[in-house]
């Protein structure tokens, strides 16, 4: 087993095992503290895949952010009592039916198809490759998604803000 | 291919030569940070405030941190009654290995850096916020109410004393065309035409790496008078002394980059005679570093702690409007003069 | 040698377990949080077959990058409505959400 593989089967049990969590743990506080090995066995994926400026976005807002901002939330919402209550409603085996559906099928596709060797180079300075890509092909992508998010912050202070 | 293209052709080589840089780095960090920035905390509000600080342990009172750890490494670690252990025991360990990590992109001297990575100042922001999860983390498992109000304290402070930070990041690399820390001390002096807009980026800079490492005038989460201690206060000693390795590891990294970002690095103004490169860089480095600690440390022992309103405020109505008009600015200039 | 079939395996499971996560979960802040993994499940693809299939141009770091910024605004708003349906009903459990007139 060479150095990549090993890395990124570690990254896969790490990235699995904190999904897992995630999904399962009875305790909010802990699946929302499992997104972070999760999120960040993702962000060594994208090392792998030679995505460094994707790789420190992805830890900046996703862990640094998002994570956060769930951990806060729970913590407001739900304070140390998350455990008291039921946390699964009785969709548990029909929603296992489904995902494992979904995942075999899945497989039964992607592993029938022959991928071939990664096919070429990356660009060598992969954040001004981004960042050239975002200004000049897909200029209305970044337009759009900035006005997403001047929208979105709009909406949660209106949604969010105590009324008088 | 894969990790090897990582790395370069040679990456057992390179693999050792970072582990070799990461040992030397946090060596100086456990020297460099707790064990002297403490008692140079202790010495320095002494002064201040006209007392004589530490004196009997050691020639000066020198070695008082390392009694203080001996100390701290004798006593039992308890976690209180009905705490999550788990999460409680976790909760130090991520504040202190993420104040280590942000130590991987900042350039010592010509060369000596852990990693120079093409994304470096991103990474740093992103390693630092880091801490707050594992603050949050640590005030819930405690099972009291003062430790979970300074986590959640500290999570709406860090969160949103990030942005200003970043915006300031961003100047610099709009300035220098990269976010790798090495090639923006490369790329410095910047351009006369543009010192105005650095200077208030620095002064944002350092007023949102105040708040980030929980720091009066921005010590909330931690405030005594009315949270007892924050989110810290059911620890014990060495998780205890974990999270304020964590606090002066990230107090020194931010310090670091601020010398990294806005003062040159490891450029001097003249070179010293009879050194070499590295160990010019070194002095320098190490020199302006510690000057902009001491900064921070008088700001501390001078002003008083600001209210939460205040602290959120200043963020988002004073701090980030300016930062923003700031990079426009800034940018326009750039525009104009090419 | 890893492949793209080994990401793109990972990455299958990874969104299975978001989507089992956010059919089985009562609370809304967890449904939130396995919509975030079925996100994550979808950039691991994106980047791993711009490394595979189209490294010159960076389209799937692209595409990574804006359903990252997506992401952070669905969490955003999402959470504001947590709060909000808090406040006036004292849950957060989807189920129990059930009134049109808060």
Redesign the interface.
Known sequence: MNAEALAFYTLAAMVLAGGGLVVLSRNLVHAAVSLVPTLLGVAGLYVLLHAEFVTAIQILIYVGAITVLILFVILLTEGATGLRVRQRNEQVPLAFVVCGALVLLLWGVLLRVPWGPPAGPMPAYNPGAVGRSFLLPYVLAFEVISLVILASLVGAIVIARREE | ??????FGAL?QVELVRMVVLAAVVFTFLAVGGPLFLVLAERKISAWIQARVGPKHVGPHGLLQTVADTLKLLYKENIAPYRA?V??FSVAPILVAVAALLDWVVIPFAPGWVVRD???GV??F???S??T??GI??GG?AS?NKYS?LG??RS??Q??SY?LPLGFSLILVATITGS?STVRIVEAQPYPAYLYPSVVVAAVVFLVAATAEANRIPFDLPEAEAELVAGYFSEYTPMRFALFQLGEYGSLLASSALFTTLFLGGWKGPFQLPGAGPVVNGLVWFVLKTYAVVFFLMWVRWTYPRFRIDQLLGLSWKVLLPVSMVNLLVAGLLMVVVR | MIGLAHYLVLSSLLFGLGLFGVLTRRNAVAILMGIELMLNAANVNFVAFTRFVDPTFVRGHIAALVVITLAACEAVVGLALVINAYRHLETVNVDQVDLLKG
């Open positions: 291919m894969g990790v090897g293209g990582l990456w999550d788990v999460l990575l093409n994304v991103v990474y922001a992103a390693v916020s880091l707050v999860i949050l983390a819930w099972n979970l986590g959640l999570a709406a860090m969160v990030e976010l």
